[in-house]
């Protein structure tokens, strides 16, 4: 019996799943400031729930970003913690990755553009498409304004999936679903990357960081006021 552990805190919906006996355990906590606080009673409760204990975890997905530099950071340090004590490999899955994964639970989009909220106006944006299984990366995640990601989507004709807080433009023609990247959405993918033999050592639980600058200056919100 496969039992997987999955984390996901790279935005302000913060979640964590597990799988065991083919059945998925989740929970929620809203607000930046229960990931660090609320992670591992979390976690404790879906194993108490779950009736399994940290020596049955066989592997720890985890979202790795891009996305909130402190989530990120949060996850990626109780990922390598843990895996490190259990001895035990880690999966990292893309944030926007397993939003596109939901757009195929939801709405059977297997091509789609997926689009998160970046602040200081940008997306953090990236195309995938699914190939039988297994999701192929046609653009990498990047950083850019919104209205790149848009104009991709509309030129290529594709579906969209938009993180909240980002507002599609009627004027674009374009389909979207509105969707956060979910602990059970890596699940679904860290399953099977496992199966394949995709888990890393503990200590490649590393964040993907897209951008290095976390914050505009005072000058240049002022600029961006008077614009």
């Known amino acids: ?50 009736c399994v ?8 997905a985890f979202g790795c970003g891009p996305g909130a530099f402190t989530g990120v950071r949060t996850t990626c340090g109780v990922v390598q913690g843990l895996a490190f004590g259990l001895q035990i490999p880690v999966l990292p899955v893309v944030s926007l990755l397993s939003m596109a994964a939901l757009a195929r639970d939801v709405n059977s989009w297997c091509d789609v553009v997926c689009c998160l909220d970046a602040r200081m106006n940008e997306v953090y944006w990236a195309h995938y498409r699914l190939s039988g299984f297994d999701w192929v ?49 890596v699940l679904q993918i860290s399953e099977h990357s496992l199966r394949q033999g995709l888990g890393v050592d503990a200590d490649q639980a590393q964040p993907l960081y897209l951008r290095n600058k976390i914050a505009l200056t005072t000058a240049e919100r002022q600029l961006a006021r008077e614009a």
């Open 53 to 60: 204990g940290l020596d049955d975890i066989n592997a720890i």
């Open 137 to 185: 990366e046609v653009v990498a995640p990047r950083l850019s304004d919104f209205d790149a990601a848009l104009t991709y989507a509309a030129q290529m004709q594709l579906n969209m999936v938009v993180g909240k807080g980002l507002e599609m433009p009627e004027s674009i023609g374009v389909n979207h679903m509105i969707a956060m990247p979910h602990a059970r959405s």
């Open 1 to 50: 019996m496969t039992i997987i552990l999955a984390i996901e805190t790279s935005t302000d919906l913060a979640s964590v799943a597990l799988l065991s006996n083919q059945r998925i355990f989740s929970r929620d906590l809203a607000g930046v400031q229960t990931h660090s606080f609320g992670l591992l009673p979390a976690v404790q409760d879906l194993m108490l729930e779950a």
